[in-house]
């Protein structure tokens, strides 16, 4: 899993940006962490827009990763609940898919 | 300050529109307003609208208004900002009159999304997602953002799904008072909590509906009875997994702060609000996220009835989103529109004695937020 360290303070994300928008000064670095995390919280989904309709109902996980201060935004092969351990099963279409460990 | 005054309203009762355009619901707001205001010469034309061209394949709105009510060959513009567009607009009128450009602006907002199905008007409102993000692509929604908030306040709170219902009830109350509301069916804790879950926890009635309308607002330099005291932008994180505290909206927070700094006040000093409830779990965070109680104990002051219309800390006593309704580019007007009524003293569900006033506006994910503070002088 790729996220993104500033080199100046604490800030960690999954995805870059031109500069770090906690401290205003720092550079973002890549970084590769374990995908693994805790489910910091969660919905499922019983209503979809039409591009994704035909998943319902599915369930979307905001993941804390172990390895970084970033969390992730993922679906998840079946229902999870707040502290379950999880980790990426694969990568659909450009989403996360995570899965209970 | 800004030496800015509301000098005239109008609103459309908010609904099922099918046999009008979104200009005949445009121009039936402003005439009112217009009129309410007496007529003025206007400088220029700020509509709040988001979903016009996709939905509905009607673009150029501010000049279609300055065409429709003859206002002459003034400067026009459409303002998007989600569902924040209405008090974005108002803003850039704001702006536009401090810059010293207007002495005299109307301000509109106004949607049109009942023709379209619920999937294809959901779709349209995912607009508002970054598209080119892993989070948009794992199927969040809108009301998932925010029921993925919900779970995670009862996880760290007391406050259970019954807290979310009594906000949901609180506003349909307020409701059945305000002849412009588009729900005025009286509703129980038990219907509430037992309706179709949208995304856990959120059910039907935490979810605004589509809606369509308009609202509009007359703002000048000229000296008036209601006085805009301040008013403030912010934004936030584009992207839930991008949020320092979950439980935070820092573009709510920021412009709050940034609002009652202008205007002098605290968020003691209010008497009566309007808060953007797009989903009763949003009203929980924004009651805190503004000052009105403390972080993570909002569910407490809801449970103890002190944002009802009676309580100390009055909250969306128009109905809200979530039962006046929320037509997208029209919500951040129609909260003005009760709000001066409320300074008039001729609101429905009149707050007693109001002086000041605020309305918080919000688009997007906690993507953008407005504060506007009024006074009656």
């Known amino acids: 899993m790729k996220v993104y360290q500033c080199d100046q303070c604490e ?17 973002l670095q890549e970084q590769d962490v374990s995908s693994r995390g805790t489910v910091y919280s969660y919905t499922d989904i019983h209503i979809a827009p039409a591009e994704f309709a035909h998943l ?44 209970k460990c | 300050m800004t030496n800015v005054y509301i000098e005239g309203i109008g609103m459309t009762k908010f609904g099922k529109f099918v046999d009008k355009s979104m200009k005949q619901l445009l121009v039936e707001a402003s005439i009112e307003a217009l009129e309410d205001a007496g007529n003025p010469k206007v400088d220029a034309v700020f509509v709040g609208n988001f979903m016009g061209g996709s939905i509905g394949n009607q673009e150029i709105l501010g000049a279609l208004v300055a065409n429709e009510l003859g206002l002459g060959y003034i400067p026009t513009a459409k303002v998007e900002g989600a569902c924040a567009s209405g008090g974005i607009a108002l803003r850039q009128g704001i702006m536009g009159i401090l810059s010293g450009e207007y002495d005299t602006v ?14 294809d008007v959901t779709q349209a409102i995912n607009a508002a997602m970054d598209n080119d993000s892993n989070e948009k692509q794992a199927g969040l929604t809108f009301p998932g953002f925010f029921g993925v908030l919900a779970n995670r306040y009862f996880y ?12 949901a009830l609180k506003n349909r109350e307020n409701a059945l008072h305000n002849p412009l509301a588009q729900f005025q069916k009286p509703t129980t804790i038990a219907e509430i909590m ?45 992207q ?30 209010i008497d009566v609000v309007e808060i953007h409830d797009c989903f009763s779990m949003t009203e929980m965070l924004a009651i805190e996220e503004l000052g009105f109680f403390n972080k993570r104990e909002g569910w407490l002051a809801v449970e103890q009835g002190r944002t009802k219309a009676t309580g100390d800390k009055p909250v969306n006593t128009s109905g809200g989103l979530l039962s006046r309704g929320h037509p997208i580019g ?12 409320q300074l008039r003293g001729i609101a429905p569900n009149q707050v007693e004695h109001a002086r000041l006033a605020l309305a918080q506006n919000l688009g997007g994910t906690g993507s953008y937020s407005t504060v506007h503070i009024l006074e009656r002088l």
């Open chain 2, 106 to 119: 109307l301000i509109a907002g106004v949607e049109k999304m009942k023709h379209a199905s619920t999937a």
């Open chain 2, 330 to 341: 029209a919500t951040g007007v129609a909260q003005l529109y009760q709000l001066v009524q």
């Open chain 2, 156 to 167: 760290e709170t007391d406050a259970t799904k019954e807290h979310l219902a009594m906000i």
């Open chain 2, 194 to 238: 037992e309706a179709r879950i949208i995304t856990s926890p959120l059910g039907l009635f935490d979810c605004s509906p589509t809606t369509d309308g308009a609202a509009a607002l007359v703002i000048t330099r000229k000296k008036g009875a209601i006085h805009i005291r301040s008013s403030a932008q912010s934004s936030g994180p584009t």
């Open chain 1, 11 to 27: 800030y960690a994300s999954v995805s870059n940006k031109y500069r770090c928008p906690s401290c205003g000064t720092g550079k």
């Open chain 1, 56 to 99: 319902t109902p599915y369930t979307v996980a905001l993941i804390q990763l172990d390895e970084s201060k970033a969390k992730v935004t993922a679906r998840t092969n079946g229902n999870v609940e707040i502290g379950d351990v999880a980790e990426l099963d694969h990568i659909e279409d450009g989403a996360y898919i995570y899965r």
């Open chain 2, 240 to 269: 839930m997994q991008d949020a320092d505290d979950v439980l935070s909206l820092p573009a709510v927070r920021e412009s709050g702060r940034l609002a009652y700094e202008r205007a002098g006040v605290g968020p003691e000093d």
